[in-house]
Every structure is written in structure tokens, then in C-alpha cells.
């Protein structure tokens, strides 16, 4: 069993920056992938990035050269630097854990931090 908890979301304006935090429990923090993933009102849930146990990332297209995935084993908690942000990013960011065992696979999610830009 895996919980998160996100933080980190707010207001800001175009251009701006914001560093989200996700904090995870559990002993297990080092062998899962955790990834970054946002919600618009009226709009399917979209990756933004991801990071594997070994450090690996992946990004959406439209967030590759402003945004930044990064985790702190030693913390338990991934983080999500946000820079020039535009309108677009305005969204419900919610953080993942993938969990894969011999049997099956596992997701866990935060409840959300909301992240709002201004033009």
C-alpha cells in the first residue's frame, strides 16, 4: 500500500513558476516509477511526466524544455518543477505510483493539487 499526498499547487501568472512536492509513504519508495499527471475541467487525465526507480524520465510533448521530474529516495517524495508556465498548464495535477510485482500491477494516487495560470 502506497499513499500520496501532493503540494505545492497554486495561482500564479503566465511565465511563472511552481515546484509541486508529492510525499509517499511506505518502504517501497525506491522500486516504484512515480509520475505526474493533470486533469482540465472537461478533459480526459494527460501524462506529464514520468520517472523510473533508475531515474529514467519521459514527458509529455508539451511540457518537454519547461517542466522537470525529479525524486528524492532519501525523502520518499518526487517533485515536479514547473517553469514558463502558460494558460494550458491550468489544471488538477494529481501524482502516481506504479507498483509491479511478479502477480500484477499496482496504481496509487494523490488526491490532487490544483494548479491555476493567469494570462
Known amino acids: 500500500q502506497v499513499q500520496l499526498v501532493e503540494s505545492g499547487g497554486g495561482l500564479v501568472q503566465a511565465g511563472g513558476s511552481l515546484r509541486l512536492s508529492c510525499a509517499a509513504s511506505?518502504?517501497?519508495?525506491?522500486?516504484?516509477?512515480l509520475g505526474w499527471y493533470r486533469q482540465a475541467p472537461g478533459k480526459q487525465r494527460e501524462l506529464v511526466a514520468t520517472?523510473?526507480?533508475?531515474?529514467?524520465?519521459n514527458y509529455a510533448d508539451s511540457v518537454k524544455g519547461r517542466f522537470t521530474i525529479s525524486r528524492d529516495n532519501a525523502k520518499n517524495t518526487v517533485y515536479l518543477q514547473m517553469n514558463n508556465l502558460k494558460p494550458e498548464d491550468t489544471a488538477l495535477y494529481y501524482c502516481?505510483?506504479?507498483?509491479?510485482?511478479?502477480?500484477?500491477?499496482?496504481?496509487?494516487w494523490g488526491q490532487g493539487t490544483q494548479v491555476t495560470v493567469s494570462s
Open positions: 502516481n505510483a506504479h507498483l509491479v510485482t511478479v502477480l500484477r500491477s499496482y496504481d496509487y
Open positions: 511506505g518502504s517501497i519508495f525506491s522500486r516504484i516509477a
Open positions: 520517472i523510473t526507480s533508475s531515474s529514467s524520465t
